[in-house]
């Protein structure tokens, strides 16, 4: 599971209040580097939820991950600054596009904030098949 | 040869035995391909532009190729995890693809700057893109675990009928199919579309779907690919937030439908139309019929009652 779908998922439980941004504890990650287009990342970035991926980028850094973490986890800034014509920086675009698409989470468990039911992770496909009485 | 969706539950159908045969046939391969084109050339997405595409019941990942192919971002979600760890393999093998066409360029470039030539471009054709899609493992009836206005796109091949058989207790389709669709209207960017291909047994069933649909505010409509060919045959609903929307049209004589979901719908071409015709007696059981056969018990012999005012007259219903 990337962290782009990560940023993107929440938790559907009935009676869940909002469900939403489901915390991670990954016990395996993984990274695997994938063709950058800087256009594209540039597109993306309005869409994505960033408080959310510095969440998740915090998250994935604990629980033993630390040391795999340092070393493919890059920077990130507490917010994206745009320059004059609204651009960001490409470097800064890389290391985004780094996080968002390269990072993965293969063994672990998704959080729901709000009422504590676990999804877990494996071989990097989470399960979010729901109960019957949590339709 | 009966409908799988017959049989039970999609995740007992498509087994990890079931998965590797759907996967590895070219033949599925080949239609599966096809239908997910056909459907991504409905989305009506702007050339060149990358979306971010929920593929619904993406099973072995065929229709997520596709999607690669053409650029774009995707995150599959199918019920049956035997289908999407076939999926998996396939993006493993992708990944090492990528990994061993990195390291072998690595090499070719160590080599060419040995004999310091410029011209290192020549392997980026042939290097295969890392997959850039993601795997859910959710039962779409249960609705879609993502944040509202999330995707450009959706797209379904080959999985909505699933959702019409009931394969629980206290599963009713009706509900799965309108927990579906409204959580599908949710998760969509305003102007964004929904290509959903299925194959519906009966005409009933594509009319529920469609009502479904509609009821949850989708606008749209079914269309139909080669309607007189029960072999090529494919029903695409096409959802969208555009009241205007006009359906258009399928492919060979085209059946072209208005966006009223009732008449958009004809899955049976002989169905028959019962406007204006007079409700007649099937073949046999006529006044006439039952005189003339009267009268033959008569010729022979047998004892047959007097006709009279009665005679063949129409009787209520049973219950």
């Known amino acids: 599971m990337r962290l782009l779908t990560h940023n993107y998922m929440q938790s559907t439980v009935k009676g869940t209040e909002r469900g939403y941004p489901l915390k991670i504890e990954a016990t395996k990650i993984e990274f695997e580097a994938s063709p950058f287009d800087a256009e594209f990342i540039q597109a993306l970035l309005p869409k994505i939820d960033y408080t959310t991926l510095l969440f998740a980028l915090k998250q994935i850094s604990e629980n033993g991950n630390a040391d795999l973490a340092q070393t493919i986890i890059p920077e990130l800034p507490e917010s994206i600054k745009e320059d004059g014509e609204g651009e960001v920086d490409e470097a800064l675009l890389k290391k985004l596009h780094t996080v968002m698409f390269d990072i993965h989470v293969v063994e672990g468990e998704l959080v729901c904030p709000d009422t504590g039911r676990r999804f877990n992770i494996k071989m990097g496909i989470p399960n979010m098949i729901l109960h019957a009485d949590e339709l | ?319």
């Not at chain 2, 096409?238 to 009241?243: A, H, I, S």
């Open chain 2, 1 to 319: 040869m009966s409908r799988p969706e017959l049989t039970g539950h999609a995740s007992s159908f498509y087994n990890e035995k079931e998965a590797r045969k759907y996967d590895s046939s070219s033949r599925m391969i080949g239609v599966q391909r096809e239908i997910t084109e056909r459907a991504i050339e409905l989305l009506r997405i702007p050339e060149g532009k990358p979306g971010f595409i929920l593929d619904v019941g993406c099973g072995s990942g065929l229709s997520g190729k596709v999607l690669e192919e053409q650029g774009h971002i995707w995150v599959g979600c199918d019920v049956s995890r035997d289908m999407l760890d076939v999926a998996n393999e396939r993006i493993e093998r992708k990944r090492e693809g990528v990994i061993n066409a990195a390291r072998k360029k690595q090499n070719d470039d160590l080599d060419e700057e040995k004999m310091q030539d410029d011209d290192s471009d020549d392997d980026e054709d042939e290097e295969p893109c890392a997959s850039t899609g993601d795997l859910l493992h959710h039962d779409m009836g249960s609705g879609l675990p993502f944040r509202p206005a999330t995707f450009d796109g959706c797209i379904s091949i080959s999985a909505l009928q699933w959702l019409c058989y009931s394969n629980a207790k206290g599963q009713i389709p009706k509900k799965r199919l309108t927990r579906f669709f409204s959580s599908l209207y949710q998760v969509l960017r305003r102007g964004a579309r929904a290509v959903l291909q299925f194959y519906p047994e009966t005409a009933e069933q594509a009319i529920l779907i469609s009502e479904c649909a509609a009821k949850v505010g989708f606008a749209g409509g079914v269309v139909v690919d080669y309607p007189n060919s029960t072999k090529a045959k494919k029903h695409y609903l096409v959802l969208t937030f555009e009241r205007a929307f006009k359906a258009p049209e399928g492919l060979s004589e085209g059946s072209l439908f208005g966006s009223g979901k009732r008449e958009s719908v004809r899955v049976d071409r002989k169905a028959n139309n019962k406007k204006g015709k007079v409700h007649k007696k099937k073949w046999g059981k006529t006044k006439d019929w039952i005189v003339n056969k009267k009268d033959v018990q008569r010729k022979k012999g047998k004892d047959v009652r007097p006709d009279s005012k009665y005679t063949g007259r129409k009787r209520g219903d049973r219950f």
